[in-house]
């Protein structure tokens, strides 16, 4: 049985970072590609940021390019979300996801204070 665990949300001051984990139980990410998507009420999930597991190609979205980083670890089990110099429109419940399928972590609440 497939399953991830996002976790690592928080109150952050603006400016401030935090780091977001995504661990995987059943499978390892050879192969697949991992992305974190974020939601707030009223709008739809956007895409935040993605990574191939094999030659670690990344993609960012326009709004958080430079400031936000994803890597995946050795065991290929634990992907990472690192956000720096937080916005407050960053504020969002974040998910992860193995792209294209229908695994998805259950969220973690991300909240920025300015």
């Known amino acids: 049985d497939v399953q991830l665990q996002a976790s690592g949300g928080g109150l952050v001051q603006a400016g401030g970072s935090l780091r977001l984990s995504c661990a995987a139980s059943?499978?390892?990410?050879?192969?697949?590609?991992i992305a974190w998507f974020r939601q707030v009420p009223g709008k739809e999930r956007e895409g935040v940021a993605c990574?191939?597991?094999?030659?670690?190609?990344?993609l960012y979205g326009d709004s958080v390019k430079g400031r936000f980083a994803m890597s995946i670890d050795n065991t290929k089990t634990t992907g990472y979300l690192q956000m720096n110099f937080l916005k407050p429109e960053d504020a969002a419940v974040y998910y992860c996801?193995?792209?294209?399928?229908?695994?998805w972590g259950q969220g973690t609440l991300v909240t920025v204070s300015s």
């Open positions: 990574i191939s597991s094999g030659i670690r190609t990344t």
């Open positions: 996801n193995i792209y294209g399928t229908k695994y």
């Open positions: 059943g499978l390892t990410f050879d192969d697949y590609a």
